[in-house]
Structure formats: structure tokens, C-alpha cells
T-cell receptor, first 114, second 111 residues
Framework: ETGVTQSPTHLIKTRGQQVTLRCSSQ?????VSWYQQALGQGPQFIFQ???????GRGNFPPRFSGLQFPNYSSELNVNALELDDSALYLC?????????????FGPGTRLTVL | KQEVTQIPAALSVPEGENLVLNCSFT??????LQWFRQDPGKGLTSLLL?????REQTSGRLNASLDKSSGRSTLYIAASQPGDSATYLC??????????FGTGTRLLVSP
């Protein structure tokens, strides 16, 4: 069974640029959630994708957007990067768009915005 | 709005001690609660999942309890080891598997 993978591991961008982060869900999982974790804080929910549709969104502006593919892998896109977007971005996969299933996290992508 | 608090923020203990980490949440309408471990700069490793209908879960030296009505959970670590040093996060599932996290307890176990 393959776990959750994310790419790239690290990324450095400058303010105003755009970035795409990628996540492959665990085998058999159809739901991917994205979280942003600033240094010293707990992760904050960005949004979730279930069967290729957005299925809930946290308090993040529209310049944070996402996509889920038929194989349930997912992308997080951030436009017009700001310094405060520097964080660890985590994706989590699970089975089912609602309910009680355990979520499994990937290793994260560390984004630095200069 | 669901808020999750973890106390203490940091904890330092000698090897072999038993310890308790606390998590409290403001809204008892949760689906489940998960405890995670995070090593510096790394992703989250799921330790225990407690469904809202359960009172506790155990895995090895770890035991997590849940009192939904009072909005509290505890993670008990028995016979702590230096390898247990990490940040421990609790998260409540508020529905549609959206997790609300606390800010974590940073644990250091000294040999």
C-alpha cells in the first residue's frame, strides 16, 4: 500500500509569483484535503476535494485554488504569492467525502516566499 | 466556531516517566478526534483516532481518551522514551473530514 506523497519537498518563490503543489493520495482513497501550517502553529484547513469536486473550503482567499484528477491525485495552486504564504503545505487523504474516516498525511511541501 | 486548545505548550521529562497531554475543544458536535505526532519540519503521523461514540483508544504505550460532553481529550504516554520527542497535535473532525487543529504540545524526553 502506497502512502500519501507530495512534491516538491521544498520550493522558493518570490512575491507575486504563482506556485503549484502536488499530492498523490493513498491507494484506495478518494478524498484529498489541503492544509497550511505556519511555523509554530497547527495546520489550517484550506479546502477538500472529493471525487474531483471541491467539498468544503476554509478561510482562504480565491487565489488559493485546487484540482483533483480522476486518479484522485490533487494540485494546490497559489497565485500572487505573498510573504505570509510561506508555510508547510500538507495534504491528507481519506476514504469518503464525509464522516468518520481517518486521515493520512503526506510529508508536506515547504514553501518559502521571498 | 470550533476552537482547539492544547496544554501544556511544551513539556520536558526524563526518560521513563508517564505523561499526559491535554486537548480541549469548544464545540462538542464532532465526528471524531485524532492525535498526531509531528517531527520537526515533517508531516503528520496519525497516532490514534477516537470516534465520537468511543471513550478511549489504545495503541502500544499510547492511550487516548475522549469526553465529548466536556470537550476534552487526553493522550497518555507510558514509560516515555527519547524517541517520543516530537510535537503532538490533536485535531477534531467537524464534519466532511475538515480537521480543526490545536497548536500542539512540544515534548522533549531526556535520556
Amino acid at each position: 500500500e502506497t502512502g500519501v506523497t507530495q512534491s516538491p519537498t521544498h520550493l522558493i518563490k518570490t512575491r507575486g509569483q504563482q506556485v503549484t503543489l502536488r499530492c498523490s493520495s493513498q491507494s484506495g482513497h478518494n478524498t484529498v484535503s489541503w492544509y497550511q501550517q505556519a511555523l509554530g502553529q497547527g495546520p489550517q484547513f484550506i479546502f477538500q476535494y472529493y471525487r474531483e469536486e471541491e467539498n468544503g473550503r476554509g478561510n482562504f482567499p480565491p487565489r488559493f485554488s485546487g484540482l483533483q484528477f480522476p486518479n484522485y491525485s490533487s494540485e494546490l495552486n497559489v497565485n500572487a504569492l505573498e510573504l505570509d504564504d510561506s508555510a508547510l503545505y500538507l495534504c491528507a487523504s481519506s476514504l469518503g467525502g464525509r464522516g468518520k474516516n481517518e486521515q493520512f498525511f503526506g510529508p508536506g511541501t515547504r514553501l518559502t516566499v521571498l | 466556531k470550533q476552537e482547539v486548545t492544547q496544554i501544556p505548550a511544551a513539556l520536558s521529562v526524563p526518560e521513563g516517566e508517564n505523561l499526559v497531554l491535554n486537548c480541549s475543544f469548544t464545540d462538542s458536535a464532532i465526528y471524531n478526534l485524532q492525535w498526531f505526532r509531528q517531527d520537526p519540519g515533517k508531516g503528520l503521523t496519525s497516532l490514534l483516532l477516537i470516534q465520537s461514540s468511543q471513550r478511549e483508544q489504545t495503541s502500544g504505550r499510547l492511550n487516548a481518551s475522549l469526553d465529548k460532553s466536556s470537550g476534552r481529550s487526553t493522550l497518555y504516554i507510558a514509560a516515555s522514551q527519547p524517541g517520543d520527542s516530537a510535537t503532538y497535535l490533536c485535531a477534531v473532525n467537524t464534519g466532511f473530514q475538515k480537521l480543526v487543529f490545536g497548536t500542539g504540545t512540544r515534548l522533549l524526553v531526556s535520556p
